[in-house]
Antibody, heavy 127, light 111 residues
Framework: QVQLQESGPGLVKPSETLSLTCTVSGGYINNYFWAWIRQSPGKGLESIGYIYYSGSTNYNPSLRRRVTMSVAASRNLLSLRLSSVTAADTAVYYC?????????????????????WGQGILVTVSS | QSVLTQPPSVSAAPGQKVTISCSGSTSNIGNNYVSWYQQLPGTAPKLLIYDNNKRPSGIPDRFSGSKSGTSATLGITGLQTGDEADYYCGTWDNSLSVGRVFGGGTKLTVL
């Protein structure tokens, strides 16, 4: 059974960088997309972006200038960095696995549905 | 403002049936598969339906999905109190760089 576990500081100061790690167990990173999704308190789900096991990334345009995702396939680790955080970045952050779907129009693989999710980690931005 | 539109809330009595709608456009639902996620209070979302109408292993057949044009529907029959949760639809959007998008979520109350 695939399991994902987010880890990192639960409190980050404004203007600093949020850094989270997602450890994947019970499966391999290869051949899948891996997404970071967040949920502000009492709100819905927001896609931060995703990374393919090969390292190629796609970020939400609203966060693109501040986001960096990376993957260490040999260690089954994913990382998220979000710089210059503000109170608006306070949220539960989830990592999730997405199956690959070959899009005949784009002629490339892209993420399909999210079949495994981590339990999430609450990150509060406050001084 | 979510790309996909869901009703904020629905309710029904135990044992009854409820449907949750998810409305989009040709750039998302109209030309892509839809998935549904259940988020029980205080927990992470869980895949409920994928590829419009398929259920992952372990999901009871009380849950069903369908799609028509630019809208999708989640159906739940034989409602149980344990079904009280937030439900989200999701899909790919061809016109947005973000790719994967979600609905705003629907809170199901089992009266």
């Amino acid at each position: 059974q695939v399991q994902l576990q987010e880890s990192g500081p639960g409190l980050v100061k404004p203007s600093e960088t949020l850094s989270l790690t997602c450890t994947v167990s019970g499966g391999y990173i290869n051949n899948y997309f891996w997404a970071w999704i967040r949920q502000s308190p009492g709100k819905g789900l927001e896609s931060i972006g995703y990374i393919y096991y090969s390292g190629s990334t796609n970020y939400n345009p609203s966060l693109r200038r501040r986001v960096t995702m990376s993957v260490a396939a040999s260690r089954n680790l994913l990382s998220l960095r979000l710089s210059s955080v503000t109170a608006a970045d306070t949220a539960v952050y989830y990592c999730a696995r997405a199956t690959s779907f070959f899009d005949p129009v784009l002629e490339t693989y892209r993420p399909d549905y999210f079949d495994y999710w981590g339990q999430g980690i609450l990150v509060t931005v406050s001084s | 403002q979510s790309v996909l539109t869901q009703p904020p809330s629905v309710s029904a009595a135990p044992g009854q049936k409820v449907t949750i709608s998810c409305s989009g456009s040709t750039s998302n639902i109209g030309n892509n598969y839809v998935s549904w996620y259940q988020q029980l209070p205080g927990t992470a979302p869980k895949l409920l339906i994928y590829d419009n109408n398929k259920r992952p292993s372990g999901i009871p057949d009380r849950f069903s999905g369908s799609k028509s044009g630019t809208s999708a529907t989640l159906g739940i029959t034989g409602l149980q109190t344990g079904d009280e949760a937030d439900y989200y639809c999701g899909t790919w959007d061809n016109s947005l760089s973000v790719g994967r998008v979600f609905g705003g979520g629907t809170k199901l109350t089992v009266l």
